[in-house]
């Protein structure tokens, strides 16, 4: 069995809506590029990726750079095509970070379906389910997370997220209220995607311990090991960290060594795909810290991640990027999330969704294939 056809279709966001009920565009502006590998066999390995800036580059990294690696291998390569393409990115290609992480998952979806097995069997399974945690965007107003997390809590889920806006006063402020209004048992944590002081961080960090936050994510930069190391030794609440941290395992290696995190953070499309995730969480595994896998703002990748995480023990939560219609093209349906808030890990063969395919020919404005 080999690759005999790589396909793309770079679909614009802003040409489409995700639900006849929704009457206004996405809060999300970057476009999508939706890739499909198909073998001598009929087999096809199904993914999205991003296209943040340009969907015109993501294309080409595809067609110029990803697809001769790609054509004529067989999917079980995988392996040795991840590799090769972290060569070529060191040989100044310098892919973007969520590249070439779509082209791995769209391997494992044909080796499961080849295999006949859903994926995280394939991968080998501990679980069928975990719970979720709402996961919001940047509001402009305390209000809009106070409601955004009892919404959520009315529906089922037991636990959310709040980005706050900053500065720092006004976080700690958001930290406070949320606390009051959504009441002591229900699980909240804070990430700010912040740019604060060592100082300030420290003072985040206590009061989140005191008002019971699970975690506090993304304080600084990711490269700044030195303040996060100071801040894990200073804090009792956990720290979770390496969301953007380049190099995939070797990059989150660096900070383990350094205890520069207390939970890192990977998934299928900014850490190079299955490969690249499994191999962060079982190193993280080995020096007992959770691999808690962050959403990939798009559903169909998503439903990955829970392939992933229902593969791997050491993964509390699944990441639920709300509101959910922002995130779900070009997937055909909504996440398998039921009404105590556990998601459950689909049971066909291979990935095992389903995207939009009529949406995507109607709003595709690129499409390439190439053959052997």
């Known amino acids: 069995m080999i690759i005999q056809k790589i396909e793309t279709w770079w679909v614009r966001r802003d040409k489409c809506l995700f639900d006849d009920k929704r009457k206004g565009k996405s809060a999300m502006d970057w476009d999508v590029l939706v890739l499909k590998l198909t073998t001598d066999t009929g087999i096809e390995g199904i993914a999205t990726a991003l296209a943040a800036r340009s969907g015109n580059v993501t294309e080409a990294y595809i067609h110029d750079n990803i697809a001769p690696v790609v054509l004529g291998r067989s999917p079980y390569d995988h392996e040795a095509i991840w590799h090769e393409l972290w060569n070529i990115d060191r040989h100044l290609t310098f892919f973007p970070v969520y590249l070439p992480g779509p082209i791995d998952v769209a391997l494992w979806d044909i080796c499961a379906k080849a295999a006949g097995l859903p994926l995280y069997q394939y991968l080998g399974a501990y679980r069928e389910k975990l719970p979720v945690y709402a996961s919001g965007l940047f509001h402009t107003s305390e209000k809009e997370y106070i409601d955004e997390a009892l919404l959520y809590r009315n529906r089922g889920i037991k636990c959310y997220k709040v980005h706050p806006p900053g500065p720092v006063e006004t976080d700690m402020r958001i930290h406070e209220n949320l606390r009051k209004a959504v ?32 975690w506090l994510e993304e304080p600084f ?20 960290a390496t969301e953007t941290t380049r190099g995939c395992h070797w990059g989150v290696a660096q900070v383990i060594q350094q205890k520069a995190a207390d939970i890192v953070r990977a998934d299928v499309s900014w850490k190079c795909g299955i490969t690249g995730t499994m191999k962060i969480a079982h190193l993280a595994e080995a020096f007992g810290l959770n691999c808690e896998v962050h959403t990939t703002t798009m559903n169909y990748m998503d439903i990955v991640n829970l392939h992933v995480s229902c593969a791997i023990r050491n993964c509390k939560w699944f990441e639920y990027f709300v509101p959910e219609e922002d995130f779900q093209f070009p997937m055909s349906t909504k996440l398998p999330i039921d009404a105590e808030g556990i998601i459950t890990v689909p049971k066909k063969p291979g990935i095992g969704a389903e995207l939009d395919w009529d949406l995507i020919h109607s709003n595709c404005v690129s499409y390439k294939i190439l053959e052997l």
Do not use: N, W
């Open 221 to 240: 930069r990711d490269f700044e090991l030195y303040k996060y190391t100071q801040l894990c030794e200073a804090l009792d609440i956990p720290i979770a």
């Open 183 to 214: 009441g002591p048992d229900f699980g909240l944590m804070s990430d700010p995607v912040a740019e604060y002081t060592l100082d300030e961080a420290i003072k985040v960090g206590r009061q989140l311990e005191k008002l019971d936050y699970i």
